[in-house]
């Protein structure tokens, strides 16, 4: 009796397995296979599956106008200069850049280029769109919003220190008895303060002097550029050396974010960068690269 009670048992038990297993595969395959159900279809990829070699982006006559002094040089040394410095990077694949330098007689110029290759993991989020968040970040961390206008600009403020104040010398009425002006409102006899006045200013040449839009030359949004690009002029210095100017051009072209960084010291401590030439030469490489990527 006990021999015929034991067989059922088992047959049940193996009979219970057997439905346990059934019924787990079917739930867990039941919610992608019920008929009528929304399918989610991947998001697209970007158009850059490999980026270009960053050391040879750059045409070695393009390199010779961004690097005064290079013609100079010997055959062998100029070569090397031409070459580049890749830039130290795990994975040549997602983001690779390269670094050149000349040393003229009157000032030292700097060049680097660096691409990154944005790679979205969310099969809901594509590669273009992690790409614009990327470059956006960018963006809001040049706080272009915050640019410091150009000297006129801010001769126009006054001297009215952190306080935010008016210039007392300012408010005072203007003669109106025929008498001189003030020496403040003086012109010089060669414009020579002036000069003076737009050289020793910390801000960026040129920008608020009341010119055309084209002639601002304060940190803006590019326009024509990739799919978005932005420019950002940055001038430093550090206790008794020379002024030092980078321009940076940053710019979106599908999933491949490109910086492009032109900088310069001069070697006299009273010459201040010109904004103008580096903002323009750095634009137009850009461009070179942006149409180059799009071939």
């Not at 270009?52 to 390199?63: D, G």
């Not at 050149?100 to 691409?115: E, G, I, M, N």
């Not at 990739?226 to 072209?253: E, I, K, N, P, Y």
Request: proline share 10%; hydrophobic share 30%.
């Amino acid at each position: 009796m006990r021999h015929k009670a034991y067989v059922p048992g088992v047959a049940l038990l193996a009979a219970l397995a057997v439905g346990c297993s059934a019924g787990g595969d079917g739930d867990a395959s039941g919610g992608d296979s019920k008929p009528g159900g929304p399918t989610v279809s991947p998001a697209p990829p970007g158009k850059y599956l490999t980026l270009p070699a960053p050391c040879r982006a750059v045409p070695r006559t393009t390199l010779g106008d961004l690097l005064p002094g290079t013609a100079e040089l010997p055959d062998a040394q100029r070569d090397k200069v031409f070459r580049g410095v890749p830039a130290v990077t795990h994975d040549t694949d997602r983001k690779v850049g390269c670094g050149w330098k000349s040393d003229a007689p009157d000032a030292t110029r700097s060049l680097s280029v660096d691409l990154e290759r944005v790679v979205s993991y969310d099969p809901a989020v594509s590669d273009d769109d992690r790409a614009d968040t990327v470059y956006g970040k960018k963006e809001r961390a040049a706080d272009l919003s915050a640019a410091t206008p150009g000297p006129d600009a801010e001769k126009s403020a006054g001297k009215s220190g952190e306080s935010g104040e008016p210039d007392p010398e300012k408010a005072k009425p203007t003669p109106s008895d025929g008498a001189a002006p003030p020496p403040s409102a003086s012109p010089s006899p060669s414009g020579s303060s002036a000069s003076a006045s737009s050289s020793a200013s910390p801000g960026v040449d040129g920008g608020g002097d009341g010119g055309s839009p084209a002639d601002d030359l304060r940190p803006r949004v590019l326009d024509n550029l990739g799919d978005a690009a932005f420019l950002d002029d940055l001038l430093t210095r550090a206790g008794s050396t020379a002024q030092h100017r980078t321009v940076s051009v940053v710019f979106r072209t599908s999933n491949v974010i490109v910086t492009v960084r032109y900088a310069e010291q001069p070697v006299l401590v009273t010459k201040v960068p010109d904004s103008r030439e580096l903002q323009e030469k750095a634009q137009a490489l850009a461009r070179k690269l942006a149409e180059t990527l799009s071939e």
